[in-house]
């Protein structure tokens, strides 16, 4: 697999502190499946964590505490390595933490038609933002809109296209409220991803205000 969008460093370290919503840790694990480099840099930020931790004391810290933290660091790539090597993916359409969740193929969930090429399923895990899965058919353009909150989006098949870039199978846009965009689907097939948010979208055109009773994001 060839990804070529990541996660922030704050999604990833809010990952490893175990803070995000359900709906938005999920899209990081299934990330995660694929991707070596944010498993890499999870195992980093888990690094970071713990060595400060180790580090706590009531005596005053030395000048040369955070350079001894960063040079105990340089021992965890070897590691996170070895783990990727033991982890590495299998070959069917679903990452692992969505298949065990779902215990069923894409093709096969009760896909609900929302308007305009668009279709989706909730995943339901209530408290705060939203997880749905979302299924667009080829050359659909998603009405544009910003995010109160932010929103973890993580590419299952297809691809599309927005103001940022091309967004593949296994790659993921990690958007927060000062993004703008309108994503339009490569055509070709259908564009399924996986999107987490922690507050309601905001659509911006006429459009938009037209389908968010439907999406209810
Ligand atoms: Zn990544």
New binding site residues.
Partial sequence: MN?S???DDATLMAYAAGTLPQGMALVVAC??H??????H?VKQAEAVGGALLDNISPVAVSDSALDDILASLDEVPAAAQKQVKTSEPNQTELPDPLSTYLNKSLDDLPWKWIGYGMYQVDLNFGGKGAARLFKLAPGVSVPHHTHTGNELTLILRGSYSDEIGRFRR?D?ADLDSDVLHQPIVDTGEDCICLIATDAPLKFTGIMGRLIQPFIGL
């Fill in positions: 990804i969008h990541h996660f990330h995660l694929w991707c070596p480099e944010c498993r840099r296994g993921v």
